[in-house]
């Protein structure tokens, strides 16, 4: 067990003993190894199960929607979830006097997918030693260093700080490269138009529609979800090319300008369908011709939010 | 493709839209019958989605028509609109779609006839582009029965 792992438990009991949270919304062990859970702590003894290690899969901010705007609610955040919980305090989803935010500087996410293709389907056991991950399967012991299964969001974070957080524990980390986060945007923008559109087609032809990138999604706490109108009927329903295009185009267009970047959408999907080359793209925009960054600030509204006159001469065509 | 192809057009007009008394009974009454006009209560009224399923009906261009910057009738509903639908276009852009297949006009009451230059303009455009197949997926084809 990581010294991590042990200062959350610390502070999760303290936060519940003093009656600051109801709520401690965290990670527990997985029934597999490679994927650990999200946990909802309620009670002191609880906080024994919290985990922390590269294999926490979920975006915690996306539970944030699903209480009560009266719960206090501790949330263990990473970098990403520390914006994304930005972002809903400023889209008033909750009190950010109601939140006790538990900042814990990132090193990245292990795609399981990686080490699966790697290694089979039959891993037994996974740790974390340093800079490796060491998986253990029927054929034996197999290290891997980090930096190579990473997941792709995370090789190209920006910011693996928290910010905004009540208490941070850990030693902060380097920011990241802002020409590796927007290089895949750029190689798929310079490709000619009829490869990239192949390549969409592509992608989204694998799509079954379950939704669980919507799910995942922090951002995405709508009551109602445009696909699930019946009346007017807004895309086809099914997984038709038409439907699955839809859904993509428009799942990506509704982030724009609050994605957080954190590639919950991708580790969701159950079909491995590359969907962050969209929503960064928009991103990327935002940043270009807005100097909006998500999480940059505590009450800049995003940029469709907040539009003003001097917008006047922008747009000629 | 045959030389009888006609590219269909759409036209999401703001019903504020200071066209002058002329234009605007020449939109009501004289279209050509391949343009289709969509009246809407403002700029800001047009989701992304209605542009989307413009698109995926197999519209070969659409031009989306609002009040200057300072003078719409909400005040500020175009200003939401030119971020967004501007955002979008590019983001069709990005995917695969053909520059010009969207066009944007801004229309100013002083400015009579300038609507019947963006529709030819947009028109000349799209013939040359040809029909329009990225992203069209509930289009029927060229040359078969609407």
Redesign the interface.
Known sequence: MNSLTLAIRQEAARLLEEKIVDVVIGFEAGTLPLKAQPAFITRKEEAEKLVFNGFCQNNLAAYLTRFPKEKRLGIICRGCESRAVRALVIEHQHDRDKLYLIGVPCTGIIDWRKIERRVGENTLQAREEGDEVIVTTRDGEHRFRRADVLHDSCARCLHPNPVGADIVLGDPLPEGDPERAWAPVLE??ALP??????Y?VQETGRCIRCYACREACPMCYCTEC?VDHTAPR???SMI???GT??WH??R??HQ?GRCVSCGACERACPMDIKMTY?VD??SY??MQ?YGFEVGASDEKQP??AA???D??N??V? | MSDKWTPRIVVFQCQYCLYSEADQKWMDTQLPPHIKLIQVPCTGRISPLFVLNAIQGGTDGILISGCQPEKCHYKEGNLGARRQLDAFRRFLTYLGLEEGRIRFAWIDVSERGRIQQELAGLEKTIQAMGPITRLATRAIPVGEKR
Do not use: C, N, S
């Open positions: 798929f923008e138009p009829e490869e990239r559109y192949a969409f445009f807004w895309t086809e038709t090319p038409g295009q839809a185009i428009v990506a267009f724009a969209l793209k928009l925009d935002m011709q940029p469709f539009f003003t006159l917008d006047r922008r747009f065509r």
